[in-house]
Each structure stands twice: as C-alpha cells, then as structure tokens.
C-alpha cells in the first residue's frame, strides 16, 4: 500500500528530480496518483506537485532545493483525484504530510479540528495529520507535535512531516514499513530499500513505535514509547542495483520468471542450519500451522500436501481466516508465517496472536529487515532478490521450495535419500526447460486465447493449489476470468459452467493422478471444452498440450505453476494490461 520517499540535503539540491526517480522505483506499491512536496530555495511556503495517473513517465518542474518528501497512492479514503493525492499540506503551507496506512479515528479527529477553524479540502485521513500537527505547534515544539500526533492515530501507520520553519523531517511507524537510507552527507527514508539502493546500502529498519528525526546537522531515532532517543545499528543490503532493474527484458515480471531457474534451486540449498532448529521442535512434538494469504495462501496450502504426504501432521490457514481457529494454537505449535514483504497486515495480526498464545513463529519471507521478520523467532529468508512485479512469481516458487526443504530436512533424519534425488532433478531439469521454446509455445497458445472470458483449471493432489496458483496468475494480469477446481469437484456442479469453446486447462503429473485428471477433462472435453494440457505427457484428450519435465508428481507444481506465470503474461501484454502494475492491486498490503 502506497509508496512514501523522501530526501535530505540532496547534494545537488535537485530533491525534487531524487524524489521522483526514488517514486518510481516504488510505483509497484501504489499507482492511482502520485506527488511531491518540496521546501524550495527560496519563497515562504513548501511547494507541492501531484497529479492523478501513473509515474512512469511523469517529470516535475518543481524549483530547486536540499529536503523533499514524495509519495505514490494505493487509494483508500477518498477518489483518485489531484486533491486528494498526498503530500498534504496545513492551513499555512508550512507542514507537509505523506502516509502509508490507514488512520481508523480521523473522522473524529477531523470534527474537533474543523471545530478549532481548520479548513479541509480532500477526503482523505491523511490531511488530518497535517492539521493536527499544525494544532498542536502552537504550544510544543515540532518534534513533540509530530510525536503527539502519531500517538493519537489509531490504525497501522508510517507517516512523514516536513516542516518548513526547521526544514526538518520527521518520520514514525507503527505497522507499516519505513527504512532509513544513510549516505554521508545525504538522507533517505522510503517504503523499501529499492527506492534509493543506487544511492546507499547502508540502512536502518525502524521499528513500530520509532521515529527519525532528520536536518542538516542530525539523524537520530527516537523510541516513541520510551519517549527518548536511542543507539542504533546500521545494517548493509546485499541487493545489488543490477537486481532492481530489468535487465534488458520488456517487463519486471517476464524477468522475475526466467530468474526462477536461479531463484528455486537456491531456496532449496539455503537455510540448512536454521531449518534444523526449526525441525528440532517439530520432531518434539510442535504441531506445524501454514499462514499466508494471496499467493503466499496457496503456497501455505501446497506446503500442507507435502508435509502430509511425508506424514507430518499440519494446519493451513488463511490469515484473514484465522480467528475460528485460534484457540487450536498453543505454545506446541509452530507457525510458518509466509509473506513475500513481510508487511502484510493480515498476516502478521494472526502471528502476533499466536505469539501470544505461546506458539513459534518462522517467516518466510523474501524482503529482509520486515515486521513479520522482527517479529518472529525464526526467520528463514527465501533469498529470491527484489520481486519489483507486483504478481508475485519467483517469492512464490522460493517460498515454496524453501518449505519443501524443511519439510526434506526433517524427513532425511530417517534413513531415506529420495527426497533429495527429487529436489536434484527438478533444479538440473528447471535450468533447461525454462527458455526461448517453452515461451514460445506458451506465447502461441495466449494468442489464441485472447479474446476469451473465462477460463477454468483444474488439478488434483499436488496440483490443486497449482491449479489455484495459474488461476490467480491469469486474473492479476490479464484480467480474464479464471477459476480453479480440484478435479473431484468438477462432477458436483462445477461442469455446468463448461460450453463448447471453453479454454479449460488441466494440471497433470506422471503420479498415480493421471488417469483420474484426464477422466475429469474428458467430462469437460464431452460439453465443448477446450482442453489444454499442462504435464509431462500429451494425452489425445488435449487440443492443446505445454509440455513440463518429467520430475517426481509432488514436484510438479513448481513447473506447472511456472507456466501459469507466463500465460498469464502473455495473455496481459496482449490485451493490453501492465503486467508488472495490474489495476486495483498493490505490492504490499499493509492494511486490513
């Protein structure tokens, strides 16, 4: 949810034109507006320009200066509108304001505001904070008006104030993420550490409750509970800015796939020492919980089938689902939390409870230095490098082949090699099947589909939450309607959405499952299906047929997946969709 960056004393006094590059690093993270605000060198008044639309392109004719706060918007209170794009500004136009969050009590805040004479023009919660600030600097100094503000804010928050009087930054968090970007002279603060990565890597993570104060002369943190300023630890980002960019390819997304022959064999072979502790407990008698939602859900859920096909009992969960089911959690369980931010509120609200209740939580995740990363006892990163797509493609595959290791390292403690046999295959079969042909072929049978509306999947076993995983694929990009199904389900009222014509595509294997996943598309193919067959063998059934590798079933969702994720840009690009900005969604959703 929305982008927030900022600069202090840029060294060229070109803040405005470092904003906006820092922006669009982070338009994945909220496209429906975006603005500026500057302390110019000279006037009496900050300066702001926004505007409604993307900012690919954009550019800014704002005056030079040193300090300047920049903000993306993923709309949640008011339209997408010019007025209602941040930075907002106080009734002088000395206070500026950028918010990622949202805050539950400013309706009631804005009432008592109005009451004092303040003026509103947006519909936004954000202009509260600026007004509120305003209120309260008339009897405290800026730092204890923007403190007091932010601890009167209900909801997750990160927020950032300049100030024109001090030229001063102020920035708090509470929920929602802020990093502090150190160079020596220069200041960064941003939603995500690609934003500023060509300019340092040297970085803090704040933490709920803390704040930066930043001006030409300082840069300290201030604990917001304690209330005093506190020690703090740098830490170096190993992403490389080469990581950031495209890399000579059309899209993020196109390119995040083709990474995933690098990307999935290193999940695998990463983590070994920290999975041991984990299994420890397991092998204790912890009772493992899978946590996810979105993407991260269905990985939690193929995850579920490997545990038990392996005999470890687990649960799986949606995070916006798990209050019916919290009382099952103690202080035996052991929660893997999967989120590729980190940040996601439904996520860690659940993780935080089961905390509470005395449970383990290990994150899964891919951004390094997150909320669930702090929170959690044990993290396991996935080390997939920056996903700047907002569909997530190879965070997926490296969440999931990082919980089929945990799953290998407890199963190996027996006297069984399989396992690794399986996992060996897959990383030697993955490098050389994911290439030009395999595009080629995918690409072929998108144009053919793109002027269809719906389209339906279906698998079994394993890849049931394959099938759930190309679905989502299809809709983030393309827009087209698909819907997944586990085979067995098709007969109980499902098929009589198929006609003739009908793009059905079916998740195959070289298991036991065969036979029973193509009697499913032969009831699909008998009302006028098209049936397309994702799998290691073309059965006669299938008018059309993209070939995987022939890897042990249980591995297959990691391919069959993987062709989901291309159709699914093809079929974008064709008709017309962003595929690295689809409408309506953000990166990270940081709200409930």
């Known amino acids: 949810m929305c982008g927030i960056f900022a600069v202090i004393e840029d060294k060229q006094n070109q803040a405005a034109q470092t904003v906006l590059a820092g922006l669009k690093k982070l338009e994945y993270r909220g496209y429906d507006s975006w603005g500026i605000a500057i302390k110019p060198m000279g006037g009496s008044t900050i300066q702001v320009d926004k505007h409604v639309g993307k900012i690919g392109i954009a550019t800014t004719s704002l005056p030079d200066g040193s300090v300047a706060i920049g903000h993306t918007r993923w709309a949640t209170h008011g339209g997408v509108t010019d007025t209602n794009a941040h930075p907002h500004l106080d009734c002088k136009k000395q206070i500026a304001v950028i ?77 929602s993420p802020l990093v502090v970007g ?93 999975v041991e502790h984990v299994i420890k407990k397991m092998v204790s008698g912890y009772t493992p919980l899978l946590l996810g939602c979105g993407s991260a859900y269905y990985c939690a859920l193929a995850a579920h089938y490997y545990f038990a096909q392996l005999g470890i009992d687990s649960k799986v969960v949606g995070g916006y689902e798990y209050l019916p089911f919290e009382k099952s959690i103690s202080n035996k369980s052991i929660v893997f939390a999967i989120s590729q931010s980190g940040e996601t509120a439904d996520t860690l609200i659940p993780a935080k409870e089961a905390k509470k209740r005395g449970a383990i939580v290990v994150a899964i995740v891919n951004s390094r230095g997150s909320s669930l990363e702090r929170l959690a006892d044990v993290t396991l990163p996935v080390g997939a490098g920056p996903e700047i797509s907002v569909v997530s493609t190879k965070a997926f595959t490296a969440q999931l082949a990082t919980l089929y290791a945990v799953a290998n390292q407890y199963y190996e403690r027996k006297p069984h090699t399989g396992l690794i046999r399986s996992s060996t295959q897959l990383k030697s079969k993955l490098k050389h099947w994911l290439n030009a042909s395999l595009m080629s072929t995918v690409l072929n049978i ?88 994702v799998g290691p063998t073309r059965s006669p059934l299938f008018d059309e047929w993209i070939q995987t590798p022939d890897v042990d079933p249980r591995y297959s969702i990691f391919l069959n997946v993987i062709v ?18 689809p409408r309506n969604l953000a990166k990270s959703v940081t709200v409930k």
């Open 99 to 175: 918010h990622n969050g949202i805050v539950e009590n400013y309706h009631e805040l804005k009432i008592e505001l109005i009451k004092k004479g303040h003026s509103f023009i947006s519909e936004t919660d954000t202009e509260v904070i600026a007004h509120l600030v305003e209120e309260k600097r008339k009897t405290m100094d800026l730092e204890e008006a923007v403190f007091s503000t932010f601890r009167e804010l209900v909801g997750s928050n990160a927020i950032v104030v300049l100030d024109y009087q001090t030229g001063s930054v102020i920035a708090c968090r509470n929920g």
């Open 182 to 274: 150190f160079s020596p002279k220069e200041t960064f603060l941003a939603s995500d550490t690609t934003a500023f990565l060509n300019k340092t890597n040297s970085v803090y993570y704040l933490n709920d409750n803390e704040a930066v104060v930043v001006s030409k002369n300082e840069r300290r943190i201030f604990d917001l509970i304690k209330q005093s300023y506190i020690s703090f630890k740098k830490q170096t980002v190993d992403w490389t800015l080469e990581d950031t960019e495209k890399g000579g390819f059309p899209h993020f997304l196109l390119k995040e796939i083709m990474e995933e022959k690098k990307t999935i064999p290193q999940a695998f072979d990463s983590n070994k020492k920290t």
């Open 446 to 533: 998108a144009k053919r589909l793109l002027s269809e509306e719906h389209a339906y999947v279906i698998g079994k076993y394993n890849n049931y939450p394959a099938a759930l995983e190309f679905a989502l694929k299809l809709k983030e990009t393309s827009y087209m309607h698909a819907e997944a199904f586990a085979a067995g389900e098709l007969k109980h009222g499902v098929i009589t959405l198929i006609q003739k014509g009908t793009p059905c595509f079916i998740m195959t294997d070289s298991g036991p499952s065969y036979g029973e996943i193509c009697s499913s598309a032969s009831q699909m193919k008998a009302r006028g299906g098209y049936i397309i067959g």
């Open 564 to 581: 989901g994720q291309l159709l699914g840009y093809y079929l974008g690009v064709g008709r017309g969709a962003d595929p690295d900005k």
